[in-house]
């Protein structure tokens, strides 16, 4: 749902609308996400009761809070798998990283420092529609 709400806020905002266009384009597509969450998508979920969407905030910040969440989730699963499935060994293994490393650590050091093979983490820009 995330995924497709960034891509329709990506098509509304390359057409540059200003003033109370831009505001219409927002409203229509935060109130198109707020049915899905407090709708289909909200009711099927087991852990969160889907009246909690009608009242959490739906905004840009929200989109981009959501997509940086799942980014790169398959490094983090690549750890898991490469410490046997061991959800505590995994956690270890990027603790002592994150600890041992002065500044900014990526997590492909994470990865190599766990004996795996490194994939490279993008540093452009993210936009709205990137992949989750």
Known sequence: MYAELARRLDSAYAEAPTGPALERARATLFAWARAQLTGPIGQSLETYDWRWFARAPLNNAVVIA???????????????????????????????????????????????GAGMRARSVASEPLRFSDPL
């Open 66 to 112: 959501q997509r940086l969440y799942r980014m790169n989730l398959n490094l983090f699963e690549e750890v898991y798998v490469h410490s046997r499935a061991d959800l505590k060994e995994t956690i270890r293994v990027i603790q002592v990283r994150v600890f041992t490393h002065r500044g900014r650590i990526r997590m492909r050091r994470c990865i190599r």
